[in-house]
């Protein structure tokens, strides 16, 4: 029997309209060179309406892909809520990629128009002959000479005309368009719903989630290109949260220059961001981060060392947040139960987090059989909800998913309370004498270490074990700190055979182009004789 | 084009599954009059797979209505998880109408099982003979003497095996059956489906409106049989809230004393409990209610005073919850913006909320034209959204409904930044020399008077004005408050030509099966001479 209820679809458009009314004064903050610049809710929606009719009349139809290659700003945030509303596609373009993936994605999304920042026109240049496909760039910013046609953002936006004149959309059509930052093979596509986003927003408002609210103002490291900044811009939209955009200032010092005047009450990021606050915080008196009710960190493990540092010296509380560029991201979020006594809620901190509702977890062995959710069996996390992709965009994969859950390809134990632990990704676990070692874990213990800035841990085959673990360090600045010392440092932490004998200390380790360690790069650098390794006897 | 999602329905089933296993140690607190009795989610979960086999085995299927004629207590929580987790109908019954109401009612929603309380039984044996489609009677808890053939609630419970065998359902597919108190015509019947209660819970846990989590402990005191209790069974079990459930000791006495027991953070219930609380703690110095959080009071408007007495004297805050029937019910809440200053948040309290994402409202004339959201514009509010009713089931009502919105028959304003503003019910203004009087202003006025336990204004006939108010007061018990004192306290508060010259003293208002002013009773009292009027001059 159906409901009585109304079939009212979930919809992009009327975040956008909810934000609109609701919340007309709240501010999108954005860095600029000379500054820092603002402009109202009401504003950024009034001119989201005006950029829909530019790409109107520029022949943008429904479902027609348009791309934006640009840092977090202003502009990026217009074209979110513009793109998808008027039933185009927006697809946001990772601004780290090489050239040559950008131009794959470009044309495997078939992307009509680029909307791009001016400071990356010059990356666009350099495949510009690649993408016939594209019909026009639009250039937000002023630049000296264009190095092929394109239009002004600034001027599209002010010669068209606003008007709520958003159309009626089906909620599973396709909305926004991601791509994975691929470590392994072509970058892959995935396709975000009006009905996903809309949900995924709700769901980040949640008081058992991240708590998105009107008292919120949240810094938006993440960028907007990496799982459109974990949903962040629309769940703020929808919850009167306002939003400080950094741009490409997106090192310590600057963005505690943004928390301290600024003032956000939440700052989302990668785990390698926080840490480069946290050193460029070091050595400073007039740090003043009490504005901020809680940091979310995600795109990698967080490290205990982290967390304690953030509460001890700034009085501030990290939460992790787990998800995937499949699953819109939010999946987990570390919040620890009610009622936890202060001096263990770290213990929850430190893992990947609870199973946020809407998202169903199992874990399964290799063959497939569900395993027990009791904080003991280890197995691959595999998902289902309306938020977490079923395919990839124009590619078959079926190796990825199983019985119409999403396999994760990440590896750990679920406990009774619906906490998820990750010991590692399956393709970097370290197999040593028939046993698993998690690098994840490896890395965290490493890196708990005063004198260790970064560290990274991949394996190197051995002969008698299989594999062993090399551990690769990043000192800090004025650390001397030794291999030895540092197996005497994590020996009391971890398996005695966990204990890497291998170290490497190098510079700085390759980071992805969403931050997070990039082992193939560490392991193409072992391969090609590259990494001076230490072999402790 | 579609998106890459999963297509994944959103089931009250998965609601169940959550609370069972995420918020397996929360618990569900029932007073009986032996003492407060306890029972886990886990355990609850597994008893209503229990109920639901047993159900199964009495021939119940897809879509049959099984009728819960209860208070709130933890089998009728069973049978909030089970019956549409099973892909049946629960249809919750008002303990409170009139055997005629409740007669027609179950045969028009055609219910083919009823659970009962045992202190009903003697409510249903009036009608037995009138519901021959009922082809069973489930009574929960002892009776000594069967006036029919009835099941033993707790027996079925006990003597089927639970196991997750919830089937895979439609989310527009019905799930839960309300009809609403029916003040003019028959009752009508709403049907929410497993969407609208997914979305209606999901929305229940944002920060902006509840926010319940599992760091609350819930007092349910709104019925369970209206509204869905307001959806917050459903919106507990997503979020780990812990409930209380009074039973039928909802008078001030009892109600402090679970207050100051249990130590719940938040409490739901109609302003006249409230009312009835704030009276009972008066004269006590032992009342302690810091353990709240929130008071979330609706179905009627909150007076003023109300408000700033339970801020007063027990430092609790009063949220009002805006909705009906027709809307699962939660639209507004009257969360104060943030930024406001204390002194003036109570100016945000008194209204009737802020209208929360999901929800589209807007105000029409008389003519359907759409009114400025301005403060000032004053219409009908209408209402879309996916927890908002379509119609009525089995009833025609195309009057309630205007281009696939829902008229709500209320009149008020809305305000640039979302908030309602109720001036009244369409059918309660007073029409006096051509304007508009609210009777709803003038009660909260006059309720604001100590020795004013409760006020209805209700319209006289009148040969030079078309109609006058008529203001009816229960005075509090040492109450000696005459009509003139009323009128001169009320004075000074609204416009001099609403103030009242018929007054009434009256021992007890009458009020509606859910707790409202009764303003049909009191019209008929009026016409048959029954009430003794006192006219100032």
Redesign the interface.
């Known amino acids: ?10 919809l992009i458009r ?2 956008v ?2 934000g609109q ?5 709240k501010q999108v903050f954005t860095a600029t060179p000379t500054g820092v610049v603002q402009a109202s809710f009401a504003t950024v929606a009034e001119r989201a309406q005006r950029l829909a009719a530019a790409l109107t009349a520029l022949g943008v139809r429904r ?1 027609d892909r348009v791309a934006t290659l640009m840092w977090n700003n202003q502009a990026h945030m217009e074209a979110y809520l513009a793109v998808p509303s008027m039933g185009a ?1 927006l697809h946001t373009l990772n601004v780290r990629l090489f050239a040559d993936q950008l131009a794959y994605i470009i044309n495997h999304a078939e992307d009509r128009v680029i909307i791009v920042d001016a400071s990356l026109v010059p990356l666009l240049a350099r495949i510009k002959d690649r993408i016939p496909g594209v019909a026009h760039f639009i250039v937000n910013g002023p630049i000296d000479e264009a190095p092929f046609d394109v239009l002004d953002y600034q001027a599209l936006v002010s010669e068209n005309e606003p008007g709520d004149h958003w159309p009626d959309l089906e909620e ?4 926004v368009m991601c791509y994975t930052s691929g470590t392994t093979g072509d970058p892959k ?5 009006h ?2 986003i809309w ?1 995924h927003s ?2 980040s ?4 989630s991240i ?5 919120d103002r949240c810094l938006l490291v993440v960028p907007m290109f990496h799982v459109a900044a974990w949903g962040a811009v629309y769940t703020a939209f ?3 949260s306002e939003l400080i955009m950094p741009q490409m200032f997106l090192q310590g010092e600057p963005l505690l220059e943004m928390m301290t005047q600024l003032r956000p009450t939440t700052a989302l990021g990668v785990p390698t961001i926080w840490n480069d606050v946290l050193r460029a915080a070091g050595g400073r008196s007039d740090v003043d981060l009490s504005s901020l009710r809680m940091i979310l960190a995600g795109g990698a493990a967080v490290p205990r060392f982290m967390i304690e540092a953030f509460r001890e010296r700034h009085g501030v509380d990290v939460l992790q947040g787990w998800g995937m560029t499949e699953t819109s991201p939010l999946v987990a979020v570390s919040m620890p ?2 009622g936890v006594s202060p001096e263990h809620e770290i213990d929850y901190r430190v893992k990947a987090g ?2 946020m ?2 998202v ?1 977890i199992r874990i399964t062995d290799e063959d497939g059989a569900v395993l027990a ?1 009791d904080g003991v069996a280890t197995g691959e996390f595999e998902l ?10 124009g590619v078959d994969a079926p190796e990825l998913f199983r019985d ?1 859950w ?1 396999r994760t390809g990440d590896i750990g134990t679920l406990d ?3 906490f998820m632990v990750i010991t590692d990704r399956a393709k970097d676990m370290i197999k040593s004498g028939g046993e698993w070692i998690s690098s994840m874990e490896l890395e965290a213990t490493v890196m708990g270490h005063d004198g260790v800035f970064e560290a990274a841990v991949i394996a190197v085959a051995d002969d008698r074990w299989q594999e062993r673990p090399l551990c690769v360090v990043v000192r800090t600045p004025d650390s001397t700190v030794s291999a030895e010392e540092l197996r005497a440092f994590i020996g009391p932490s971890v398996a005695k055979w966990w204990v890497p004998e291998h170290w490497s200390f190098v510079e700085a380790i390759p980071k992805t182009s969403v931050g997070k360690f990039d082992k193939r790069a560490l392991r193409r650098l072992l391969a090609e004789g590259q990494l001076e390794v230490e072999t402790l006897g």
Do not use: C, E, K
């Open positions: 029997m159906r409901s009585t209820m109304q079939d009212a679809p979930l009327d975040i309209r909810h009314w609701m919340y007309a004064d479902d596609i599973t059509d396709a909305a596509g995935v396709v975000y719903s009905r996903s949900l709700l769901a408002t949640s008081a058992n708590a998105l609210s009107d008292r929808m919850a009167g139960p009610a609870r199973v509702a809407g169903q959710a289902r909800g309306p938020w977490i992709t079923a395919s990839y965009f119409g999403l009774p309370h619906g």
